[in-house]
């Protein structure tokens, strides 16, 4: 392969990403494996884990990565198909501090990509950028570096149910839509004792039921559907690598990912006084004020787990989560984002009280919200409005500039930010009423349109909420 040809939008904030086989193929995955391998000497790495899930490209893609790092003197350790958060695991249990994993995650079947880990740190922003600079400038180190492959499926099911019981016995729902996760979870809770009743937990990297990703409403219809029709104590839905986590309660309800990471930071600080707490710019307004309340100490930090990680790391916090499903543990694990691990967990707590799910979660009210709006606009253009943005007055509100555009009012806020992985604005509005929430949605829309005219922005629809001060069905749907 001719290194020109390789494309360098797949170098993404967050890993690596493409198409196969246009814009990620054998051969691209070759040199960067060897780009990969270099960087990892140069931090004086010698050994790495490789891992893959269970897309049709991943076994090919893997070989070839393999080949790459090993051409720069990397010896590896191949251990097969695995979700995300084992080869994490392996990264620790087996002392080689980085490790790569392929793996498209809630992506459609035709993508693919690298989740990067080196020398415990996990590689974001300049770093992936640099990768690509290296393979343009050939700045190879080189070896012959040896392959061992090892199975540690026994090593991670018995570390994550280290010291945990139930106290009673729990009925579970789990919808794994097909991808890598769907046989460990079911070993995993049958394991912990639940009754378990699996939707599309077998491997198959066409997704023929629905996608791997349970922050789309509809990918979560057949798993409510289960639910209450087999009278299940709680849903679990993890997407096609394993590293995030949605929930549905006992009544069909899906619990948003604010509430469930209320209800781990409670409990975290209820056994960790002034723990912190990192979270992403797209979280609630309930999270912070509970963190407070518990006598925690709240970072809202950059979306992206691998930005999430990162933080954690340098300010020692014990827990991080983010509104698309990623939970970080490194209480009692690894401070890697987990869905399997958060979901024993979470069954834990559950099984711990006299409540339902239902019951669980309900302490944790939520807001007249919208979901998460993607607009579509140019990869160029999403700096550029975002920057402009960043400009307009939005007097008195106060303006976080943390990642992307966050304006807290009185009463409510909004967060605006460029897709790190598609060529999207992402947007959330959130308020204290439905009323307050379409206000703070028009002057949002105001000043979109003063920075691109034609902008089209979908129809604001609002979530279920529990503690409406107020409503006006006229100005919002509420779904």
């Known amino acids: 392969m001719n290194r020109q040809d390789l494309n360098p939008a797949i170098f993404r904030a967050y890993d690596i990403r493409g198409i196969y086989p246009h814009s990620l193929n054998p051969d691209s995955a070759c040199q960067i494996g060897r780009a990969i391998g270099s960087d990892a000497r140069e931090r004086q790495q010698q050994r790495l884990c490789v891992g893959h899930d269970g897309r049709l490209s991943s076994p090919e893609l893997s070989q070839a990565l393999i080949s790459g790092l090993r051409l720069s003197g990397i010896d590896v350790v191949d251990l097969g198909m695995v979700?995300?958060?084992?080869?994490?695991?392996?990264?620790?249990?087996?002392?080689?501090?980085?490790?790569?994993?392929?793996?498209?995650?809630?992506?459609?079947?035709?993508?693919?990509?690298?989740?990067?880990?080196?020398?415990?740190?996990t590689l974001s922003g300049d770093e992936i950028t640099d990768l690509h600079q290296r393979i343009q400038s050939s700045r190879f180190t080189h070896g012959s570096g040896a392959l061992l492959s090892q199975d540690i499926s026994e090593a991670y099911l018995k570390r994550v149910l280290l010291e945990r019981r139930l106290r009673r016995p729990l009925k579970v729902v789990v919808d794994c839509g097909?991808?890598?996760?769907?046989?460990?979870?079911?070993?995993?809770?049958?394991?912990?004792?639940?009754?378990?009743?699996?939707?599309?937990?077998?491997?198959?990297?066409?997704?023929?039921?629905?996608?791997?990703?349970?922050?789309?409403?509809?990918?979560?219809?057949?798993?409510?559907?289960?639910?209450?029709?087999?009278?299940?104590?709680?849903?679990?839905?993890?997407?096609?690598?394993?590293?995030?986590?949605?929930?549905?309660?006992?009544?069909?309800?899906?619990?948003?990912?604010?509430?469930?990471?209320?209800?781990?930071?409670?409990?975290?600080?209820?056994?960790?006084?002034?723990a912190e707490i990192v979270y992403d710019v797209k979280c609630s307004l309930n999270l912070p004020l509970l963190i407070e309340q518990q006598g925690g100490k709240g970072d809202m930090w950059r979306c992206g787990h691998s930005m999430i990680k990162n933080r954690m790391r340098q300010t020692n916090a014990l827990f991080g989560g983010e509104f698309s499903g990623h939970l970080f543990f490194a209480d009692q694990w690894y401070g890697f984002d987990d869905g399997l691990y958060a979901a024993v967990r979470l069954l834990q707590l559950l099984s711990d009280s006299d409540k339902s799910a239902a019951e669980l979660f309900?302490?944790?009210?939520?807001?007249?919200?919208?979901?998460?709006?993607?607009?579509?606009?140019?990869?160029?253009?999403?700096?550029?409005?975002?920057?402009?943005?960043?400009?307009?007055?939005?007097?008195?509100?106060?303006?976080?500039?943390?990642?992307?555009?966050?304006?807290?009012?009185?009463?409510?806020?909004?967060?605006?930010?460029?897709?790190?992985?598609?060529?999207?604005?992402?947007?959330?509005?959130?308020?204290?009423?439905?009323?307050?929430?379409?206000?703070?949605?028009?002057?949002?829309?105001?000043?979109?349109?003063?920075?691109?005219?034609?902008?089209?922005?979908?129809?604001?629809a609002v979530t279920n909420y529990t503690n409406p001060t107020d409503r006006d069905d006229t100005h919002a749907t509420v779904t």
Request: hydrophobic share 40%; proline share 7%.
């Open 83 to 121: 979700p995300t958060p084992v080869l994490y695991y392996g990264t620790h249990a087996l002392n080689t501090g980085s490790g790569v994993m392929v793996t498209g995650s809630h992506n459609p079947a035709d993508y693919n990509g690298f989740k990067i880990m080196l020398a415990g740190h």
């Open 178 to 274: 097909n991808g890598v996760p769907g046989p460990w979870i079911v070993r995993l809770l049958q394991r912990l004792g639940c009754e378990v009743t699996a939707l599309y937990c077998d491997v198959d990297g066409t997704f023929p039921n629905h996608h791997p990703d349970p922050e789309k409403a509809e990918n979560l219809a057949d798993l409510i559907t289960e639910v209450i029709e087999t009278k299940a104590d709680i849903g679990l839905a993890l997407d096609g690598d394993g590293d995030r986590l949605a929930v549905i309660s006992d009544n069909g309800v899906s619990i948003t990912p604010d509430q469930l990471i209320c209800l781990f930071a409670q409990d975290l600080l209820q056994q960790h006084p002034g």
């Open 362 to 460: 309900s302490q944790f009210a939520t807001l007249p919200s919208t979901p998460m709006i993607n607009i579509a606009v140019s990869d160029e253009d999403k700096f550029r409005i975002i920057e402009q943005l960043t400009q307009q007055d939005f007097s008195p509100a106060r303006v976080c500039n943390t990642d992307g555009l966050r304006v807290e009012y009185s009463d409510g806020w909004f967060g605006i930010r460029p897709s790190n992985t598609t060529p999207m604005l992402t947007l959330r509005i959130e308020a204290l009423t439905v009323v307050a929430l379409q206000r703070i949605s028009q002057l949002l829309e105001q000043k979109l349109k003063q920075v691109i005219p034609d902008l089209q922005i979908p129809e604001l």
